[in-house]
């Protein structure tokens, strides 16, 4: 659709807070399975003895469900947020009950131990995550959610210095759709820095982003993508760069990195899953979801500079990349 024919801000707003009050229930009780299902779990811990084999919730006190760390960081972050929004009585019970046995101070002090001795694990996408819901907890307007935020702010430490000492010494970002992409990795972490009012762990991501990236032009769009991303290598840095620059700055770094971006642009066609059962495949639909989003940012940066084209390519491509073709503007934390 035309960038005319969207939705007004007050009409998009208005129905994808209708539709997280729909869906909060539902997300809740995907919360509540994958927090109560202890394996399948992809530990991804090198052993360095036929001894040291210790089980997911040894190694992994608070989080230790949801098939790995960072997705099980992933899902207590989405509870914490579910509490925020608001959900039933008995979803938010179950919620907390879950989520303090899980939070607390000792099994947190163990996470970050664990950090601490294997510094480039889970990087940088567990990181991100894990300041993320630091973030929304410490943030949060619940007092109990608060004393689980001040339990995770040790982490924040821990996870900007090694922030710190990865962005010092690496001289090339990783850029393929996956985990350990840097810019969506750098995009999350610089989010919640700046929400927790970390100035520092905040500088030195923006600093990593223009080195990184600042200077690229003519991003191969047409390549994308790999068979199991789901990111997009180069809409990710696109969106990271909007944190980063100013609207005028922005518009003229990506009319230089994607400049013969079109609607028709394979960067932007929505992909399709052969096989659901296959995990890698499935990426795929977090590949559209996460496109969507980045797009709706990107446009709305875009916007912001009075680049009409950009932005109209943008919100274009957003609704048709979006789920079920749906164009509603996200209301809950990117």
């Avoid at 209708?18 to 909060?24: I, K, N, Q, T």
């Avoid at 689980?148 to 690496?170: F, M, Q, R």
Wanted: include cysteine; charged fraction near 20%.
């Amino acid at each position: 659709m035309s960038h005319s024919a969207a939705p007004s801000a007050v009409t998009a707003v208005t129905a994808g807070a209708e539709e997280m009050d729909r869906l909060a229930d539902i997300y809740a009780d995907i919360v509540l399975e994958n927090l109560g299902r202890p394996y399948p779990y992809a530990s991804h811990h090198v052993e360095t003895s036929l001894e040291g084999r210790p089980s997911p919730r040894e190694l992994h006190p608070a989080f230790h469900t949801s098939f790995d760390w960072h997705s099980c960081v992933h899902m207590t972050w989405l509870g914490v947020t579910l509490l925020g929004h608001g959900v039933s009585p008995d979803r938010d019970a179950a919620l907390r009950r879950v989520l303090a046995e899980n939070l607390t101070p000792d099994n947190l002090a163990a996470e970050g131990a664990y950090l601490l001795a294997n510094p480039s694990w889970e990087r940088p996408y567990g990181w991100a995550w894990l300041v993320r819901l630091a973030a929304t907890a410490i943030t949060a307007e619940d007092a109990q959610v608060r004393e689980w935020g001040a339990a995770l702010e040790p982490l924040v430490d821990i996870v900007a210095s090694l922030v710190a000492d990865w962005t010092a010494k690496a001289e090339f970002p990783v850029r393929h759709g996956l985990h350990t992409n840097a810019a969506f990795g750098l995009g999350l972490l610089l989010d919640a820095f700046r929400v927790l009012g970390r100035d520092r762990a905040a500088a030195v991501c923006e600093e990593a982003a223009l080195r990184w990236f600042k200077d690229d032009a003519g991003w191969p769009g047409e390549w994308e993508l790999s068979g199991q991303d789901f990111l997009s290598a180069g809409l990710s840095e696109a969106d990271l760069m909007a944190r980063v620059l100013d609207s005028g700055d922005f518009a003229a770094w990506f009319t230089r990195f994607l400049p013969d971006l079109a609607p028709g642009s394979r960067i932007l066609a929505p992909f399709t899953v052969t096989d659901e059962t296959d995990g890698y495949l499935a990426h795929l639909n977090g590949l559209n979801l996460s496109r969507a989003g980045q797009l709706i940012r990107i446009s709305a940066a875009l916007s912001a500079s009075g680049s009409p084209s950009g932005s109209s390519t943008g919100s274009s491509a957003a609704c048709s990349t979006a789920p079920r073709g749906r164009c509603w503007r996200p209301v809950w934390p990117r």
